[in-house]
């Protein structure tokens, strides 16, 4: 009969959480940010299919880094959590801090089941609030913990570095577009500091703007929008974005 | 809703029975919902009376309702059920939306609902029938749609005009003669708000304009702009002027003989 080897608890944790953290840094990094109006995600993603951000409900969005098929599950998951939420209570009942602790729930106990590899996703959760103090964001590691974040934040292969630059740069009440720009100076930063151009057909934009008339404040930004935004003044607020959104793609859906 | 029938199917319309029971339920029910298609896009309204028996339930009920950004539906029948349904069909559509990425067609949603109503058959043969009528802007054909139902679920695409509920028969002859082609928006819903009038002449189950509580009809336009309810203002502008030209002429607009 052969012995297993003996392996200490703290080194089979430190293995998963190095093997989980190894497989979120091979994924592109993405940004979460707020600004006067609402909450932006900002990511590269050459796929126009397979997205990074999604909504989730009326007031609350769902950013994932890392593998796909993992976080797509747990996108899904949360969708449902929300839907059935909502319709067994009422709509208001759907908070974005409920969610994150589902989700803390999930990636925790696939973190610690044995049987089980870790997943290797980083999620962050975002809530609009009715003025910029609501605003709620939450970044979901793979271990199942809750950080509770402000301003910005970034998840994804070169996080550390991105968040370092966009603590000194953030500042409350920027305008979209400035926010927009802002998060892209970050994504295009290389870990040897070097700068890269991130091309407006590369990104992924998406908005929790409480400025939207409608429920449901989620909507992506892309095509000429994206680009006016990226090289136009700051002068654009979001409204005059949004009002150019409803005539340009003409209701367009995501 | 195969997630919610796996979950929590006691949330779920339609699986539930009756206790058999003598005679009638006595329930709340909507009464008449009418639709009308211009170039561009359509019209969907309903009057706000609820009746029980011969009482009138409810004085400003509200019997239209945004299915999602594109469609809408009104019901007609046993109030508390059809809200109900209602909500549900709006959860799915929300919910294939956000999974999928993408919408469900136009048709596909009218199939949706079609399947709910037939779930409720049970509660219908026991008086509890539920019959809306659903509308929408149809992206793909670039045109606003018209779908009615019966009880069974049997699902018709109408051309036009359309109605449902116990004054729907006054209000489709009204629609019948008033109907043209070529409606503009502002003529579309001034159409609808007609044939309510006329339906609620009629029937004593609907409601007419209410100037002195201010309850007016709930008009609803759905074009590629996406929905939007006619403010309390623009509602009761067009209720308002309509019920002026009925002081002279009880019987509304005149159609030609010939």
Redesign the interface.
């Known amino acids: 009969m052969s012995t297993p080897f003996y392996v200490s608890p703290q080194q089979a944790m430190a293995d998963r959480a190095e093997y989980a953290r190894k497989g979120i840094a091979r994924g592109r990094s993405l940004v979460v940010l707020q600004y006067a109006d609402g909450i932006v995600f900002v990511g590269e993603n050459p796929s126009r299919a397979l997205h990074k951000f999604s909504e989730i409900y009326d007031r609350i969005g769902f950013a994932a880094a890392g593998k796909y098929n993992e976080y797509e599950n747990l996108r899904i998951g949360g969708v449902r959590y929300a839907d059935l939420r909502g319709y067994t209570y009422d709509r208001d009942d759907v908070t974005a801090r409920g969610l994150a602790n589902v989700y803390a729930q999930t990636l925790g106990t696939i973190f610690s089941s044995v049987g089980e590899k870790p997943y290797e996703v980083e999620l962050v959760v975002a809530e609009v609030g009715e003025t910029p103090e609501g605003d709620q964001i939450y970044r979901l590691p793979h271990d199942g913990s809750i950080v509770d974040e402000h301003g910005s934040v970034a998840v994804g292969g070169n996080a550390e570095q991105i968040s370092g630059y966009l603590d000194q740069r953030h500042r409350d009440g920027m305008t979209l577009a400035e926010a927009l720009k802002l998060a892209v100076q970050s994504l295009s930063r290389d870990t040897n500091g070097s700068e890269r151009e991130i091309p407006a057909e590369r990104l992924e934009v998406a908005v929790l703007d409480r400025t939207r008339p409608q429920k449901r404040k989620f909507r992506r930004i892309g095509g000429r929008q994206l680009a006016r935004l990226l090289e136009g003044g700051g002068a654009e607020t979001a409204s005059e974005a949004d009002a150019d959104a409803e005539t340009e793609s003409g209701g367009d859906v995501e | 809703m195969d ?2 029938s796996e ?2 199917p006691e ?1 779920l319309p339609g699986k539930r029975t009756l206790p058999p029971v003598q005679g009638a339920i006595e329930a709340p029910h909507g009464t008449t919902i009418v639709a009308v298609t211009f170039p561009g896009g359509v019209v969907l309204a309903g009057d706000r009376r609820a009746t029980m028996g011969n009482v009138i339930a409810q004085r400003d009920i509200e019997k239209v309702f945004p299915a999602d ?2 469609s809408a539906v009104g019901i007609a029948g046993t109030a508390g059920l059809a809200v109900e349904m209602v ?2 069909f709006q ?1 799915e559509l ?2 294939f ?3 999928e ?1 993408a ?1 469900l067609s136009l048709e596909g949603k009218a199939n949706r609902l079609s399947t709910m109503i037939r779930s409720n058959l049970g509660m219908a043969m026991q008086g509890l029938a539920v019959v809306p009528l659903f509308a929408g802007f149809d992206v793909d054909r670039d045109k606003g749609r018209i779908f009615s139902y019966d009880v069974t679920g049997g699902r018709s695409e109408e051309q036009g005009y359309a109605a449902t509920g116990s004054g729907s028969i006054f209000a489709r002859g009204a629609m019948k003669k008033l109907f043209r082609n070529d409606l503009s928006e502002a003529e579309a819903t001034t159409l609808v708000v007609q044939a309510l009038y006329d339906a609620a002449d009629d029937d004593s189950a609907t409601g007419g304009p209410d100037v002195a509580r201010r309850i007016y009809p709930i008009v609803t336009v759905i074009t ?3 929905y939007r309810r006619l403010s309390e203002d623009e509602a009761s502008d067009i209720a308002r002027s309509v019920l002026e030209r009925r002081l002279e002429q009880p019987d509304g607009p005149r159609a030609a003989l010939l």
């Open positions: 997630f919610l979950h929590q949330l950004e594109y909500k549900l959860l929300e919910h939306e956000k999974v990425g919408q590629e702009d996406g």
